[in-house]
């Protein structure tokens, strides 16, 4: 007899080892597929990585110095960056920010722009709010509200809150000033400011230059002449208006404290102008000096009550710093030089005016 057993297991045999087959065949299919969408995921995402890294900012310069102020969302500083051309690629910008958090805080600042910096560079300086900080020059202004207009242009704060924080009666009473002597806190020099910094962190860093430039040297030097170091700057407003040659400002300091000691008008031409609000005169008339003014220093004794400009810190040494002679009296030269002709007298200092005026009048110079 024959038995069909064997003839089963053959036939089960080969139903596993087609199954095993099929199964070897998917898997490779599988691991295929697999590596193809890795493959496909690696180039995408070199892609993408090559767009975040790759030079994502185009200026037509080389750098801009780009704003933000405090109320500008993310919106409006994307269609910003758009319309301006500096960022094409907005799709990765998104990408970018969305995952960096600057959709959610778009910090204001002074930035600075540079052509062909990544995208992924400039999100993450606009997301840390990593500024350029302002170089603040700032050179001698006149009056308060020429100083608020400079700094108005200059950082982001408004007039009316840097005229507050300068004005403020606790800060200038730390520094023993008062509010006509406000110009004497900011000490003319070049700073780095932050664009953002408030009115009052602003008002406290002068206060912080100002007692740093009154130092106990400063201090005692002003004390040495019996005057107070708002006095001296004071002072220093008045030989900066008179003269812009260096060598003579400690004469001319010296010649006011000779006056000041001996109870005389100071007769400062430059305080007329100032009370005049007129600071392109050349020549001061006898109906100039009639005018009702503090500052009038023809007409009411010892130092005005304010500075008639912010004066450098250069003139307040040199008024720290001043000549020990016996003039009493200085006019221009007659030459025009911008020097000036001193006189111990009265009638020394008649001829060298007389001299200054004949001057004046063969140029034409009337006023």
């Avoid at 500096?86 to 600075?112: N, S, T």
């Avoid at 540079?114 to 606009?126: A, F, H, K």
């Avoid at 700073?191 to 400063?218: C, G, H, K, L």
Wanted: some cysteine; charged content about 25%.
């Amino acid at each position: 007899m024959i038995s069909d057993a064997p003839t089963g297991s053959s036939t089960r045999s080969a139903k596993g080892y087609e199954s095993s087959y099929f199964l070897m065949k998917n898997r490779q299919f599988l691991l295929i597929a697999l590596l193809v969408l890795v493959a496909v995921a690696l180039v995408l995402g070199y892609r993408l990585y090559q767009r975040v890294l790759a030079p994502g900012v185009f200026l037509r310069a080389g750098s801009v110095v780009y704003y933000i102020e405090d109320t500008v969302s993310y919106p409006a500083l994307r269609q910003e960056l758009l319309d301006s051309g500096w960022v094409r690629d907005v799709r990765v910008f998104d990408l970018l920010a969305e995952r960096k958090g600057l959709k959610d805080v778009v910090r204001p600042g002074r930035y600075r722009l540079t052509d062909g910096m990544s995208l992924n560079e400039l999100v993450n300086m606009l997301r840390s709010g990593r500024q350029e900080p302002v170089k603040l020059v700032l050179r001698p202004q006149r009056t308060l509200d020429d100083l608020i207009a400079f700094l108005d242009l200059q950082l982001q704060p408004g007039e009316e809150d840097f005229r507050q924080a300068l004005r403020s009666d606790s800060l200038l009473g730390s520094l023993n000033l008062n509010s006509e002597q406000i110009l004497l806190l900011p000490v003319p020099n070049t700073y780095e400011v932050w664009w953002t910094v408030t009115a009052p962190d602003f008002a406290q860093r002068m206060a912080r230059e100002y007692q740093s430039f009154w130092n106990d040297e400063r201090r005692r030097n002003a004390e040495s002449i019996g005057l107070e170091p708002a006095e001296v700057g004071i002072l220093a407003s008045i030989v900066q208006q008179e003269t812009n040659k260096r060598e003579e400002m400690p004469t001319i300091a010296g010649v006011y404290l000779n006056r000041l000691r001996k109870g005389m008008l100071l007769q400062a031409d430059p305080t007329v102008k100032f009370a005049l609000g007129r600071p392109e005169l050349r020549r001061i008339l006898h109906r100039h000096l009639v005018i009702d003014s503090p500052y009038n220093t023809y007409r009411y004794p010892g130092l005005p009550p304010g500075p008639i400009i912010m004066p450098e810190p250069q003139v307040i040494d040199a008024v720290l710093q001043a000549e020990h002679h016996s003039y009493l009296f200085f006019c221009a030269r007659a030459d025009l030089s911008g020097y000036h002709a001193f006189a111990r007298t009265d009638g020394e200092h008649a001829r060298n005016a007389r001299a200054y005026r004949r001057a004046l009048n063969q140029r034409g110079i009337y006023r």
